[in-house]
């Protein structure tokens, strides 16, 4: 009986689709590869996105690398490995260009909460890098 009860909750279990956000962080170089372009920024408005989990977000560009960028950008971070964002945080952010003239990226893009421990090296490594001015327009 024993048996039975626990295969039924075995098979219930497993008629989920779960996928499990897993990644390995990236190292600053390849984060800094496989980006389009990277901004420091801070977060000024965050919208949830009706039947997605995610959300877009509003940030204020303070530094770019990789091209030039407006100040204000919004990017989507959607998918079970969404980067989790708040309002009012300084992040750096690893991104990717979609349509619309929005951004995107994850969790597993290298992007760092500035205040972070770690990402003071971050920093120091991107000022080794060209930046790039900020379109105001």
């Known amino acids: 009986m024993k048996n039975r009860i626990f295969i039924s909750i075995f ?28 901004v420091i920024g801070e ?12 959300s877009i977000a509003i ?14 950008i919004g990017i989507l971070s959607i998918t ?21 003239g929005l951004y995107s990226t994850g969790r597993c893009s290298g992007n760092k909460l500035v205040s972070d421990s770690d990402s003071e090296k971050l920093v120091k490594w991107l000022g080794t890098k060209k930046n790039y001015a900020i379109d105001n327009k």
């Open 11 to 38: 098979i219930f279990f497993l008629s989920f689709n779960v996928y499990a956000c897993r990644c390995i962080e990236p190292s600053h170089s390849k984060a800094f590869e496989l980006s389009e372009v990277i």
């Open 43 to 54: 977060v000024l408005e965050i919208s949830s996105l009706a039947g997605v989990e995610g």
């Open 59 to 72: 940030i204020n560009v303070n530094k770019a690398w990789k091209k030039q960028i407006k100040s204000k």
């Open 80 to 100: 079970n490995c969404n980067f989790t964002m708040n309002k009012g945080k300084h992040y750096i952010l690893f991104l990717k260009s979609e349509e619309y």
